[in-house]
């Protein structure tokens, strides 16, 4: 069973830019939730995608962007990148429902 | 604002010690409650969960919590603390009437000295 991966690991851009982060759900889950971590603090939900369609979203602006496939794998975009957007960037799968959710090793975003 | 509370920010204990992490939250009616530990270069993992049924549930590496409904309280313990126990922990919790997304205390960081 192969867990959930996330890419790159590592990412260093500088504000005004866009970013994509990717991440491929565990098999046999159908939901993807992405979350914010910022140095010293619990992730923070920043929303979650069921079958191709978000489903639910936390408090973060609307250059915060995601997709879901077919496949269920997801990407998280965020546009016109902000210092405090530095993060570690968190996605987890999860079958539907209020269930365990299994989160990938995180993507580091440095913003200069 | 509706949160989820972890009273210690960072614990420092030396090995078999016994451990108690404080977790209390904010919402009412039927949640799901959880325990996630992050090992230094490791990621999130669960440690334990709670649904429904008995309050005091087990979990891996002889971690356990006590759902006490009436406290609004989750908290983790263990008998016997080891130096590999090092890490943070993070309470979470889904509150089922207000969506799927696990809510996060700021977390607990353990130290344990051999």
Request: net charge neutral.
């Given at each position: 069973e192969t867990g959930v991966t996330q890419s790159p690991t590592h990412l260093i851009k500088t504000r005004g830019q866009q970013?994509?982060?990717?991440?491929?759900?565990?098999?046999g889950h159908n939901t993807v939730s992405w979350y914010q971590q910022a140095l010293g603090q619990g992730p923070q939900f920043i929303f979650q995608y069921y079958r191709e369609e978000e489903n639910g979203r936390g408090n973060f602006p609307p250059r915060f962007s995601g997709l879901q496939f077919p496949n269920y794998s997801s990407e998280l975009n965020v546009n016109a990148l902000e210092l405090d957007?530095?993060?570690?960037?968190?996605?987890a799968s999860s079958l539907e429902g209020p269930n365990e959710q299994f989160f990938g090793p995180g993507t580091r975003l440095t913003v200069l | 604002?509706?949160?989820?509370?972890?009273?210690?920010?960072?614990?420092?204990?030396?090995?078999?010690?016994?451990?108690?992490?404080?977790?209390?939250?904010?919402?009412?009616?039927?949640v799901n409650l959880f325990w996630y530990v992050q090992y230094p270069g490791q990621h999130?993992?669960?440690?334990?969960?709670?649904?429904?049924?008995?309050?005091?549930?087990?979990?891996?590496?002889?971690?356990?919590?006590?759902?006490?409904?009436?406290?609004?309280?989750?908290?983790?313990?263990?008998?016997?603390?080891?130096?590999?126990?090092?890490?943070?922990?993070?309470?979470?919790?889904?509150?089922?009437?207000?969506?799927?997304?696990?809510?996060?205390?700021?977390?607990?960081?353990?130290?344990?000295?051999?």
């Open positions: 970013v994509t982060l990717r991440c491929s759900s565990q098999s957007d530095s993060a570690l960037y968190l996605c | 604002a509706q949160s989820v509370s972890q009273h210690n920010h960072h614990v420092i204990l030396s090995e078999a010690a016994s451990l108690e992490l404080g977790c209390n939250y904010s919402y009412g009616g039927t999130l993992q669960l440690l334990l969960k709670y649904f429904s049924g008995d309050p005091l549930v087990k979990g891996i590496k002889g971690f356990e919590a006590e759902f006490i409904k009436s406290k609004f309280s989750f908290n983790l313990r263990k008998p016997s603390v080891q130096w590999s126990d090092t890490a943070e922990y993070f309470c979470a919790v889904i509150p089922n009437q207000a969506g799927t997304a696990l809510i996060f205390g700021k977390g607990t960081t353990l130290s344990v000295s051999s």
